[in-house]
Each structure stands twice: as structure tokens, then as C-alpha cells.
């Protein structure tokens, strides 16, 4: 095992031993495929996912996987899923009410006034949405679902346990987020963020890698948000 795989794991460990919501992207030099097949994925895989605001056991597992070049952010989840629900639909459909899906909510300078949010379902329909800001000292509730990350890459496959999902998110594209404070990251640029996942199967499960320790409902705590830290 190499040197930096083994510190990546003793840092992940300790993370969540902790609960310091400190998570390490490593870098990656392999040329990933977005496709959904997971068989030329090296970076290790996080979780399982938890109930989001009690970090209760999940009836199904969720797992996710994160890595970096200079060019793009790379992220896999895992899901076991007996009971998938859902279908392909068009591109910025409201699957986040109707199917089972991931989601990864990003908030670059940490403000908690600008962020975005991808969500993918199992059949490889996607959503990608601006949030501009939640808290009333800033107007309070607007999303904005016009907005497209540019070149934005997804695909998903059912497989025997459940489903898997990749995903591709240029760096390029996220300068455009008015007043998101977006700077390229480099090795030590750290993000707020957290993924999540919702499980409809047989009883409605709302997920995430790190979950609320204020025990609120709902996935728009972005002063909850972990903190992704790009490693080399």
C-alpha cells in the first residue's frame, strides 16, 4: 500500500473518530471514466452514510469516494438499494421528491450564502441547481435551478446490490457562481461541503457522510458542512 493511500485512511479514520468533519480529497493521476462502473476506481470509499440529523444506523449502506486533478473534482458513491425507485427523466427534474438519488452540495468559500447542489438518480438523470442564499440575513430562501455547471459529466448503473454513480465536476465552471468566491483549488485549499443521499425504498431515509450534530431536519445546514480539505 502506498505511503499516501495509508495516510489518506489514518486521516479519514480519525476524522470520524473525532467527528472533526475534516475529510481529505487525494489527488489522482488516473484518467477515470464516467460511466458508473467503479472497476477503475482507486480511491478509497467513505461511510457507511447515516441518518443525517441523528447519525443513526441506515437501513442500506452508501458509500463515496472522492478524488482531484487539476482540472476537475471527481466523485463515486456506492449505494445498496433492494427497492430502487425511480426512472429516467429530463435533465433538472425535481427527482429529490420522487426518487432515490445522491447528492453533493458544495459551498467553496464556506460563506453559507452561495453554494451549489448536483443530485443523480440511479438512471443517470441529473439536476444541478445555484443556491443563493437561505438565511434571512441575506433575503433568505432563493435557488436558482437555471443554472448549468458547464460540461458537467454523470452516469449511473444498477448493479446486483443497488446502484453506483460517477461524477465529473470541471473546476472551470464553477467561477461562474455569482459571488460564490471561487478560486481553483490547489493542495491544502479547503471547501465546505457534504453529500448526502435519499432512500425511498421501503421507509423514506434522508442520508449523509457526516451528519448534524444540531440534529436539525433537512439538508441545507451549510454551517453544518464538513470540511473538504484537497490533499496531494
Known amino acids: 500500500m502506498k505511503p499516501n493511500l495509508i495516510l489518506y485512511i489514518l486521516t479519514a479514520a480519525l476524522s470520524f473518530t473525532s467527528y472533526s468533519q475534516n475529510i481529505p480529497i487525494p489527488k489522482t493521476n488516473e484518467k477515470l471514466i464516467i460511466d458508473g462502473d467503479l472497476s477503475d476506481w482507486k480511491t478509497p470509499f467513505l461511510g457507511p ?27 463515486a458513491y456506492r449505494s445498496e438499494d433492494s427497492n430502487i425507485i425511480g426512472k429516467s427523466q429530463p435533465k433538472d427534474s425535481k427527482i429529490y421528491e420522487t426518487d432515490d438519488l445522491v447528492e453533493m452540495f458544495i459551498d467553496p468559500d464556506g460563506d453559507g450564502k452561495n453554494y451549489f447542489e448536483i443530485g443523480v438518480n440511479a438512471f443517470s438523470t441529473h439536476y444541478d441547481m445555484a443556491v443563493k442564499c437561505i438565511s434571512p440575513d441575506c433575503g433568505g430562501w432563493n435557488t436558482d435551478m ?23 465536476i470541471p473546476f472551470s465552471s464553477l467561477e461562474k457562481i455569482k459571488n460564490g468566491g ?16 435519499i432512500d425511498y425504498g421501503n421507509t423514506t431515509e434522508y442520508l449523509a457522510l457526516q451528519y448534524y450534530k444540531s440534529l436539525k431536519f433537512g439538508f441545507h445546514h451549510p454551517e ?5 480539505e484537497f490533499a496531494e
Open 49 to 75: 452514510f447515516v441518518i443525517h440529523n441523528s447519525g443513526g444506523k441506515a437501513t442500506q449502506n452508501t458509500f463515496v469516494s472522492l478524488s482531484w486533478n487539476n482540472e476537475n473534482l471527481y466523485i
Open 146 to 168: 437555471n443554472y448549468n455547471i458547464s460540461d458537467l459529466e454523470t452516469a449511473s448503473k444498477i448493479t446486483e446490490e443497488g446502484f453506483c454513480i460517477e461524477i465529473k
Open 182 to 197: 471561487f478560486t481553483k483549488p490547489k493542495a491544502g485549499t479547503k471547501w465546505k461541503a457534504n453529500t448526502f443521499r
Open 224 to 228: 453544518e458542512f464538513a470540511v473538504f
